[in-house]
């Protein structure tokens, strides 16, 4: 089970440096401050960049824990091929970087073995969407509180990620399971 990790979280590592870049290398920094209460709950994936890691992933979601002076826990899990498909979870400790008002994290797993950056571009008002991205500008995450936005709240949300430079017919839409 470890090397199936190990080769996972390496497959997304050369995918990352392999990809194309969506933005000509870079992301757009991130455009207000985050709460800390951004980094609790659970948070659903409603549209992603295709990548290794995530390959026919259905049902992804995150739970973010233990938020304590900018250190935390997230672990991630998927469904292998369909919302009921088998379980993967991938469990990381996260930071937020200096200086970033809190919109700035680096993941380590494995015991920081692997590591990688995600910057909030952006999120809801009212936190109940955010747009997360590697600040390669090749991978770009639409998270929601919610296993499904309405369609209006999804409209906004993905014009916001093409207005910060995002092909959307790249992106993927994973399947959630009703709740």
């Not at 739970?63 to 997230?74: I, L």
């Not at 969407?129 to 500008?137: E, L």
């Amino acid at each position: 089970m470890k090397r199936l990790i190990l080769s996972l979280t390496a497959g997304f590592a050369l995918a990352a440096a392999l990809a194309p870049p969506a933005l000509a290398g870079h992301a757009p920094q991130p455009v207000k401050a985050v709460a800390p209460t951004l980094f609790s709950g659970r948070w659903y994936e409603i549209a992603r960049t295709p990548n290794m890691a995530q390959k026919d992933c259905q049902a992804s979601s995150s739970d973010f824990s233990g938020w304590a002076a900018g250190v935390f826990r997230v672990t991630q899990v998927c469904h292998k091929g369909s919302v009921q498909g088998p379980v993967r979870t991938f469990n990381a400790k996260a930071q937020i970087l200096p200086a970033s008002g809190n919109a700035k994290m680096k993941m380590m797993f494995f015991g920081g073995l692997v590591s990688q950056e995600y910057w909030i571009l952006d999120h809801a008002d009212d936190n109940n969407w955010a747009i997360m991205a590697t600040p390669g500008g090749n991978y770009v995450w639409v998270l929601s509180r919610r296993p499904v936005l309405d369609p209006a709240t999804r409209a906004t949300a993905l014009q916001r990620v093409k207005t910060l430079g995002y092909d959307l017919t790249r992106l993927a839409f994973p399947q959630q399971a009703a709740r």
